[in-house]
């Protein structure tokens, strides 16, 4: 992604939207780095509560928002990590990603 400032947030919170084309044993999570340093912030794993443990493809879902504060107060950007163990499958498309301020 572009860097995102959180430098003046106590707290802040990542959603986006997803078509996941992936196979059994597929992995998928998104990593918040330091820009500059590349050091992981805060991991996200949208699918914990629906893991990639068989075959998904139902189209565009909405996830989030997840909570990412452990980056606040930092500049960041945002990975999307996707390992594939077959080649059948197209892996994942993201679109409508939304990084705010968590509430007070």
Same mark, same amino acid.
């Given at each position: 992604?572009?860097? $995102?400032?959180?430098?003046?947030?106590?707290?802040?919170?990542?959603?986006? +939207?997803? =078509?996941?084309? +992936?196979?059994?044993?597929?992995?998928?999570? $998104?990593?918040?780095?330091?820009?500059?340093?590349?050091?992981?912030?805060?991991?996200?794993?949208?699918?914990?509560?629906?893991?990639?443990?068989?075959? &998904?493809?139902?189209?565009?879902?909405?996830?989030? /928002?997840?909570? $990412?504060?452990? =980056? +606040?107060?930092?500049?960041? &950007? $945002?990975?999307?990590?996707?390992?594939?163990?077959?080649?059948? &499958?197209?892996?994942? &498309?993201?679109?409508?990603?939304?990084?705010?301020?968590?509430? /007070?």
């Amino acid at each position: 992604s572009p860097d $995102i400032d959180l430098t003046l947030e106590a707290g802040a919170k990542l959603q986006f +939207a997803a =078509a996941i084309d +992936a196979a059994s044993g597929d992995s998928f999570e $998104i990593l918040v780095k330091q820009v500059g340093t590349g050091t992981t912030l805060a991991t996200v794993l949208p699918l914990a509560e629906s893991p990639l443990t068989a075959d &998904y493809s139902d189209g565009w879902a909405g996830f989030g /928002p997840f909570d $990412i504060s452990a =980056a +606040a107060g930092e500049n960041v &950007y $945002i990975e999307f990590s996707f390992t594939g163990t077959a080649v059948d &499958y197209l892996g994942v &498309y993201v679109d409508d990603v939304v990084v705010s301020k968590a509430a /007070p």
